[in-house]
T-cell receptor
Framework: EAQVTQNPRYLITVTGKKLTVTCSQNMNHEYMSWYRQDPGLGLRQIYYSMNVEVTDKGDVPEGYKVSRKEKRNFPLILESPSPNQTSLYFC??????????????FGSGTQLSVL | AQRVTQPEKLLSVFKGAPVELKCNYSYSGSPELFWYVQYSRQRLQLLLRHISRESIKGFTADLNKGETSFHLKKPFAQEEDSAMYYCALRTQGGKLIFGQGTELSVKP
């Protein structure tokens, strides 16, 4: 089944404790992206990657890191989480070529709470 | 500035009533517009895109470049339409910009 898989689904942590949210897709998509979803603000892009070893900042990259060593994986790293990073996070992927390249596939989301 | 605005945070209608979810955009280039939907406890998924001029689950959306709008419409709302709806714009550079989202609640 074609899908984007995020782990964990729920995470409660404390300020300053490094964490990683994993994202994996099995569709051989070149493009991957991370969003955070906050009430009243909608979806805001954190980082995106057009292909392996290529990453760029989105609209709200502060406090986050990403890496794209393999095509299928795009982990989101919070080196020193803070309470304002409490949010619902979505990973997404799509192709960059072809007629269906605009369709974004989303993961199920990761609810992060930073105490 | 590149921006997508959904002015309504919550839209509540009765079953069978017409529904229109508003979306306005600000973009100087040639936009590609989409509507994404998130049903309760499910992941976000593409509902429709303006280039296809399609009708999905009874929903349609027409791109109005003069008014810079891409409103989502359905003539008769169903309870299963209750969900969070996001309008999105894709720039010529490939960036996807989402609106703030509108929660649609269809009451029996």
């Amino acid at each position: 089944e074609a899908q984007v898989t995020q782990n964990p689904r729920y995470l409660i942590t404390v300020t300053g404790k490094k964490l990683t949210v994993t994202c994996s897709q099995n569709m051989n998509h070149e493009y991957m992206s991370w969003y955070r979803q906050d009430p009243g603000l909608g979806l805001r892009q954190i980082y995106y990657s057009m292909n392996v070893e290529v990453t760029d900042k989105g609209d709200v990259p502060e406090g986050y890191k990403v890496s794209r060593k393999e095509k299928r994986n795009f982990p989101l790293i919070l080196e020193s989480p803070s309470p304002n990073q409490t949010s619902l996070y979505f990973c997404a992927s799509r192709r960059t070529e072809g007629v269906t390249n605009e369709k974004l596939f989303f993961g199920s989301g990761t609810q992060l709470s930073v105490l | 500035a590149q921006r997508v605005t959904q002015p309504e945070k919550l839209l509540s209608v009765f079953k069978g009533a017409p529904v229109e979810l508003k979306c306005n955009y600000s973009y100087s280039g040639s936009p590609e517009l989409f509507w994404y939907v998130q049903y309760s406890r499910q992941r976000l998924q593409l509902l429709l895109r303006h280039i296809s001029r399609e009708s999905i689950k009874g929903f349609t959306a027409d791109l109005n470049k003069g008014e810079t709008s891409f409103h989502l419409k359905k003539p008769f709302a169903q309870e299963e339409d209750s969900a969070m709806y996001y309008c999105a714009l894709r720039t010529q550079g490939g960036k996807l910009i989402f609106g703030q989202g509108t929660e649609l609640s269809v009451k029996p």
